[in-house]
């Protein structure tokens, strides 16, 4: 499974970005994705997943500003982020699983990561 995420970038405080990733390979027909990040210094955290059903989650840092959705036809997700603030800066990472492995554990697949800077 290979992931790629873009969208990221620097952006005032209340700006807003969308993060993109796309998915290829194998993918399990029911199947889990979802946006993680890490400031500096700090560990990874998870923002928001999506389930093969659309069921959402999300962090309560980002609830009512961030909005993960996703295009089955594309194999991809979204992270559409509003009215963003300083401590959301953090490296983002996309991340895949099987929807049984991921509820329980970390994800075994995950993305490159993209920057998202707020100033």
């Known amino acids: 499974v290979q992931l790629v995420e873009s969208g990221g970038g620097s952006v005032q405080a209340g700006g807003s970005l969308r993060l993109s990733c796309a998915a290829s390979?194998?993918?399990?027909?029911?199947?889990?994705m979802g946006w993680f990040r890490q400031p500096p210094g700090k560990e990874r955290e998870g923002v928001a997943t999506?389930?093969?059903?659309?069921?959402?989650t999300y962090a309560d840092s980002v609830k009512g500003r961030f909005t993960i959705s996703r295009d089955r036809t594309k194999n991809s997700i979204y992270l559409q982020m509003n009215s963003l603030k300083m401590e959301d800066s953090a490296m983002y990472y996309c991340a895949i699983d099987s929807c049984y492995w991921y509820k329980s554990n970390t994800p075994r697949w995950w993305g490159q990561g993209t920057q998202v800077t707020v100033s």
């Open positions: 390979g194998y993918l399990y027909s029911s199947y889990c």
């Open positions: 999506i389930e093969r059903d659309n069921t959402t």
